[in-house]
């Protein structure tokens, strides 16, 4: 693949990021883009300076975007894209039930954090997107499974478009809480609510656990949310899923060629 730029592209059900990758493995030009609007990923894959020469490899866990997305990538005549549609497809020792309908997403972010730490370590990795996932590994590395649960976004949606009187608001950084008036109590409910729930489901998956797991976050509301939950050594690495797309199309036995 000498002189043929490899680009790793995650499209979930909120936004779609991408990002070069260098021969060390990290990104470069990391770029997040509406979900819905071809218009906007032809102006950035100019101002990226795109070619079809260019080898991708797409996480994805929205078909119907995704068949939009090759639609585009052929009119670019980009034609070496590797797909990851499933948890199935991630190079990765799993315990887990049914991984062909479980979200590449999730497996990818496993892959890349335990790239980051010993391999004798058990960790937890939470990810805070439309939804907020954590997962479990075990001391010898192997993904368990986790839990799902509804981000802060989707949340505030539900709320407002199944409620009669409840409004839309964007949950600002740790509200007050307890609110005076109906979107303070909102904002609360929303944000200390994730909170309490990704502790709980922490201390509930660490259980059984030796040592104390490692915990890595990543996804566009964990920077808000992490500070607020005391474990020690626990980090935010951006970009998870994308670090994890460039281990498992790039740096694994079978690359694409």
């Given at each position: 693949?000498?002189?043929?730029?490899?680009?790793?592209?995650?499209?979930?059900?909120?936004?779609?990021?991408?990002?070069?990758?260098?021969?060390?493995?990290?990104?470069?030009?990391?770029?997040?883009?509406?979900?819905?609007?071809?218009?906007?990923?032809?102006?950035?894959f100019?101002?990226?300076?795109?070619?079809?020469?260019?080898?991708?490899?797409?996480?994805?866990?929205?078909?119907?975007?995704?068949?939009?997305?090759?639609?585009?990538?052929s009119?670019?005549r980009?034609?070496?894209?590797?797909?990851?549609?499933?948890?199935?497809?991630?190079?990765?020792?799993?315990?887990v039930?049914?991984?062909?309908?479980?979200?590449?997403?999730?497996?990818?972010?496993?892959?890349?954090?335990?790239?980051?730490?010993a391999?004798?370590?058990?960790?937890?990795?939470?990810?805070?997107?439309?939804?907020?996932?954590?997962?479990?590994?075990?001391?010898?590395?192997?993904?368990?499974?986790?839990?799902?649960?509804?981000?802060?976004?989707?949340?505030?949606?539900?709320?407002?478009?199944?409620?009669?009187?409840?409004?839309?608001?964007?949950?600002?950084?740790?509200?007050?809480?307890?609110?005076?008036?109906?979107?303070?109590?909102?904002?609360?409910?929303?944000?200390?609510?994730?909170?309490?729930?990704?502790?709980?489901?922490?201390?509930?998956?660490?259980?059984?656990?030796?040592?104390?797991?490692?915990?890595?976050?990543?996804g566009?509301?964990?920077?808000?949310?992490?500070?607020?939950?005391?474990?020690?050594?626990?980090?935010?690495?951006?970009?998870?899923?994308?670090?994890?797309?460039?281990?498992?199309?790039?740096?694994?036995?079978?690359?694409?060629?």
């Amino acid at each position: 693949m000498a002189n043929r730029r490899r680009i790793v592209a995650d499209l979930g059900n909120s936004r779609l990021k991408w990002a070069l990758v260098g021969l060390d493995g990290f990104l470069t030009g990391s770029i997040a883009l509406p979900v819905d609007d071809p218009d906007a990923w032809a102006v950035a894959f100019g101002d990226c300076a795109l070619s079809s020469q260019d080898v991708w490899a797409i996480s994805t866990v929205n078909p119907p975007v995704a068949d939009r997305l090759a639609r585009f990538l052929s009119d670019q005549r980009v034609s070496t894209i590797r797909w990851y549609r499933s948890a199935a497809e991630v190079p990765i020792n799993h315990d887990v039930e049914g991984p062909e309908t479980g979200g590449a997403d999730r497996a990818l972010a496993v892959l890349a954090a335990k790239e980051f730490h010993a391999p004798d370590r058990p960790g937890l990795v939470v990810s805070c997107g439309t939804a907020i996932t954590v997962e479990r590994i075990s001391a010898d590395g192997v993904w368990q499974g986790g839990a799902i649960a509804p981000g802060l976004g989707l949340s505030a949606r539900a709320l407002h478009q199944l409620t009669a009187q409840l409004p839309q608001i964007n949950v600002p950084e740790a509200p007050t809480p307890w609110g005076r008036g109906t979107e303070a109590a909102l904002a609360a409910g929303l944000f200390w609510g994730s909170v309490g729930a990704v502790r709980e489901l922490l201390n509930r998956q660490a259980e059984g656990l030796s040592p104390l797991p490692w915990v890595d976050w990543t996804g566009g509301d964990a920077a808000r949310l992490a500070p607020w939950i005391d474990w020690p050594g626990s980090r935010v690495v951006p970009d998870l899923v994308l670090l994890g797309l460039a281990r498992a199309a790039f740096f694994n036995e079978s690359p694409v060629s």
